[in-house]
């Protein structure tokens, strides 16, 4: 075969889905051994790992986040489903879903208020330009909820979107030590933390490494807190005036 | 065929989520919606059929692979990110490890009268 046929070659297949689809799932499981290697360091969380490895193959080869995305989007897809059958963990642990229902409550309210004033405080008090403060507001909710909305409230959806994935892993890295340092044993206090502060990263880190009761009230928590910070968010930009 | 039952009912409350939420234009996404519409279904069942325990076992078992697509759009925004990236980091950072510290110990105290009530 010569040079100008392999060119070619690529050319064609840069543009196929396979490409992006093949690179995800390598990129996952090389991540998975590195982060295996560092001691599994939350510094080093596979989705992290992934995510940069990806996007050093991106640079390099010089396909653009539209092609990738075509491609990727048949796992990004099942991001849908995979919510739905969050209930199915939930409704294994219904009976302490439902004795702890009021505190539950209390604390979402309490995480979300603390989230979205904090958050706002801090880039106000540093000097955010305005765009991004608005964008980072919503960071601690799920990618769907959160780009929705920074729209509603001028922000630009997609960079609320990156802002969420960096607060979910901030969160993973955080949240284990934090927790340890509390002295919280409780797997279902555990999870629903997460779930509040993380979101989705939060979520799948609680059924990779605390099991699936912190998983049910992980997947609990980032439900709850989505709808909740939808109706709260626009009034505590209000209250900051902006 | 179990496989295809699960991921089809996955995929049906999906489906009847999206469809609420346009028609009552609630503030939430579809899935959260299909969610809560599964989790009724379940309530109503009274248990889970293992087919869909096999297809929604499966897609929670690798959570963390399906946000990599997404994950990658960030750069994209490298260039807003990085204009303010201290902020950003300073405000990340702080404003996380204060969230998880209030939710958990808010919760875990609430939590603790409450089964402390019911032993008493």
């Given at each position: 075969m010569s040079l100008a046929s392999l060119d070619q070659l690529w050319v064609y297949l840069s543009g196929n889905p396979l490409v992006s689809l093949l690179a995800t799932l390598i990129a996952f499981y090389l991540a998975t051994h590195i982060n295996r290697l560092l001691g599994r360091s939350p510094f080093a969380h596979p989705v992290l790992v992934a995510i940069a490895l990806l996007i050093a193959f991106l640079l390099l080869t010089g396909i653009d986040y539209a092609t990738y995305f075509e491609g990727a989007q048949f796992i990004h897809f099942l991001l849908g489903p995979a919510t739905v059958a969050l209930a199915i963990p939930l409704f294994d642990h219904r009976e302490r879903v439902r004795r702890l229902l009021l505190p539950l409550l209390i604390a979402c309210l309490s995480g979300i208020i603390t989230a979205v004033s904090s958050t706002l405080g801090l880039a106000l008090l540093l000097g955010a330009q305005k765009p991004v403060l608005l964008s980072l507001?919503?960071?601690?909710?799920?990618s769907p909820i959160a780009m929705g909305i920074a729209e509603q409230i001028g922000g630009i959806p997609s960079l609320a979107a990156a802002l969420v994935l960096l607060t979910g892993s901030v969160g993973c890295a955080l949240g284990p030590w934090i927790l340890r340092m509390l002295r919280i044993d409780d797997p279902s206090v555990k999870g629903f933390t997460m779930g509040l502060a993380a979101h989705g990263f939060g979520t799948a880190h609680c059924f990779a490494s605390m099991g699936a009761m912190a998983g049910a009230f992980a997947g609990l928590a980032m439900g709850l807190t989505g709808m909740l910070t939808a109706f709260i968010l626009p009034l505590i930009v209000q209250l900051f005036g902006l | 065929m179990p496989l295809i039952m699960g991921m089809s009912v996955l995929l049906g409350c999906q489906f009847i989520g999206e469809l609420l939420v346009r028609a009552?234009?609630?503030?939430?996404p579809g899935p959260v919606m299909g969610m809560v519409v599964l989790l009724i279904g379940l309530m109503i069942r009274g248990r889970v059929p293992s087919a869909l325990r096999l297809a929604g076992e499966g897609l929670l078992r690798y959570l963390t692979l399906l946000f990599v697509p997404a994950g990658v759009g960030i750069m994209v925004h490298f260039g807003l990110i990085g204009a303010d990236i201290w902020v950003l980091l300073v405000t990340l950072v702080v404003s996380t490890a204060l969230t998880i510290a209030v939710t958990a110990k808010v919760l875990d105290g609430l939590a603790r009268r409450r089964t402390g009530e019911e032993e008493a």
């Open positions: 507001a919503p960071r601690s909710v799920t | 009552l234009s609630i503030p939430v």
